[in-house]
Each structure stands twice: as structure tokens, then as C-alpha cells.
């Protein structure tokens, strides 16, 4: 039976997944497909090279540095969030704290980064073909949030956060023969998504990716459908929602270094479940 994961991401709410993905290598299960979407892609790579706690210091820690986020980022490099120096400076071989790029390689396991092609709105689904050793751009289009980040290119195509256009990769992992799924949420299952400032970050890309903007707008729709779908998938017994019941405090910019590892106690508690449904 070939069973898949996806990582919805959700900026530093993250650490839910995080907590979780480490209890599942704490109890040793196995994914066949693992789907990462934006800050999940990260989960995903850290998770699939066997690196327990590596997310976890990246949250905690290295979140909190000026280098990492912040306004001065704005000035140096048009972006709030310094995508370079998350998945470059820091991660690469000789860096601070090195994805194990060989673990990750040698894992069975096929990997899915979603992103957001900022031309024509459309999904664009990475894998470990397009990975090099310290080359790690796939991460950064699929964490590329719109206005706080300028679009990320590859191959001279401008990507931004895979959010937009496949926020819930479920059908995806369908689509790729998983029989059963695991679903990580970072905020509850029971309560849909708001629009939040999609509107407002969509009016800032409207003029140069304009579909983009568009999908960052209907955005909310596509999500909420998508928790919907594995909640129905659920009742099945073909999908485990693993969503935390409240998100202690923490949202996609949010840095509290308390409320951060109380959601990241809740992802290692509520990781318990996986095993069982995946068979680990």
C-alpha cells in the first residue's frame, strides 16, 4: 500500500508539522510521497533526510534573527523574509546547519514542492530531479509569499508560494497512487480559513502577475475545499487529518519563542497517531 504525506506549511505555524514529522521519525514510519507546500517543503526535506529537530531549531532559533526576517530585509533585498539566507546561508553543506542533501537523496521516498508559477497561476510541482547539492531554489519558490517576498526564479520562471494554486495537495497525492494520506494542518480542521490580507497582498502583485493575484484571491476557497475533501477522505479511512486544536497564538509571521514550542509540543503529541494509519 502506498502511502503519501502532505505538508500544507503555513508559515511559522509550521512547527505544528515540525513536532509532528519528529514523532513520526521518533517512531520510525515511512512515507512512500511526501508533498510539501511552502514552509512544509522544508518539514518535508529535513524530515526525508532523517534530521530530527532540525526544523525545530530553525523555528525557535534562527527565526528570531534580524538576518532571517525583519525589515531591514525589505531595504537589502526587497523581502521580509530572506529566503537565501534560510535555505542557502544556513542549510547548505558549509552552512550553520546543513540539510543532510545525500540522506534526503538516498531516502526511497519521491518528494513534491508545490509552487506557484507568478506568470499564468499555475501549480508547479518540483521534485528531487531539480535539486542539486546547495542548490536548494525549489524551497524558496515554494515559500515565496506574495508582497512579503518577491517572486523566486528558476530557470528565468518567476515562482511564488504554492499556497496559491494548491494549497491542500491531497488530489495530488491521489493522483500519484497513494492509497492512503496523512494531512498535516497547521491550524484547526474544524475552523475555515479567512481571507485574511490575501486581498490587500493581491492588489500589491496585480499589475505585474496578475494571475497570481487572482489566485491569491480565491485562495481561501481552494483551502477550505481542500480540508474538506480530506475530512470526507477521513470518514473513508483513506486520509488522517492531523491538525492542532488551537495554534497556541502563533500565525504565518508570528515570533513567540513560548507559543512556538507549545505548538511544537503539540505536533509531537498528536504525531502519536500516524503510526497506526501508515503503519510504522
Keep these: 500500500m502506498k502511502i503519501g504525506l502532505v505538508d500544507v506549511g503555513g508559515g511559522l505555524r509550521g512547527i505544528y508539522a515540525a513536532g509532528v514529522l519528529d514523532s513520526c521519525l521518533d517512531m520510525g514510519v515511512r512515507f512512500d ?3 510539501g507546500v511552502s514552509a512544509g517543503s522544508a518539514n518535508a526535506a529535513s524530515f526525508l533526510a532523517g534530521q530530527r529537530g532540525r526544523n525545530h531549531t530553525f523555528y525557535t532559533q534562527y527565526a528570531f534573527r534580524r538576518e532571517y526576517m525583519g525589515a531591514k530585509n525589505l531595504l537589502t533585498n526587497r523581502s521580509y523574509v530572506n529566503l537565501d539566507y534560510v535555505y542557502g546561508t544556513l542549510s547548505r553543506s558549509d552552512g550553520e546547519n546543513p540539510l543532510d542533501f ?3 537523496l538516498d531516502n526511497p521516498a519521491e518528494l513534491l514542492v508545490v509552487a506557484t508559477n507568478a506568470l499564468t497561476g499555475s501549480a508547479k510541482y518540483f521534485g528531487k530531479a531539480d535539486l542539486r547539492q546547495d542548490d536548494y531554489d525549489i524551497f524558496k519558490a515554494s515559500s515565496a509569499i506574495p508582497f512579503v517576498c518577491p517572486p ?4 528565468w520562471m518567476p515562482y511564488y508560494d504554492g499556497a496559491l494554486a494548491d494549497p491542500v495537495p491531497l488530489e495530488r497525492a491521489f493522483q500519484w497512487g497513494c492509497e492512503r494520506v496523512v494531512v498535516l494542518l497547521t491550524r484547526p480542521a474544524d475552523q475555515p480559513r479567512g481571507p485574511g490580507k490575501d486581498a490587500l497582498f ?3 502583485i496585480q499589475r505585474r502577475y496578475p494571475f497570481a493575484a ?6 481561501v476557497e481552494r483551502y477550505n475545499a481542500g480540508v ?3 475530512k470526507r477522505c477521513a470518514e473513508e479511512g483513506r486520509v488522517l487529518v492531523v491538525a492542532p486544536d488551537d495554534t497556541c497564538g502563533v500565525d504565518t509571521l508570528t515570533r ?10 503539540k505536533g509531537l503529541a498528536d504525531g502519536r497517531a ?3 494509519f501508515a503503519g510504522g
Excluded at 523566486?152 to 530557470?155: C, G, K, P, T
Excluded at 487572482?214 to 485562495?219: G, P, S
Excluded at 513567540?256 to 509540543?265: H, I
Design 228 to 230: 474538506a475533501l480530506a
Design 33 to 35: 510521497l511526501v508533498i
Design 256 to 265: 513567540d519563542r513560548e507559543a512556538m514550542e507549545r505548538l511544537y509540543q
Design 152 to 155: 523566486y526564479e528558476i530557470d
Design 214 to 219: 487572482r489566485k491569491l484571491r480565491t485562495r
Design 274 to 276: 500516524v503510526s497506526a
Design 102 to 104: 545525500q540522506a534526503l
Design 202 to 204: 493581491a492588489d500589491c
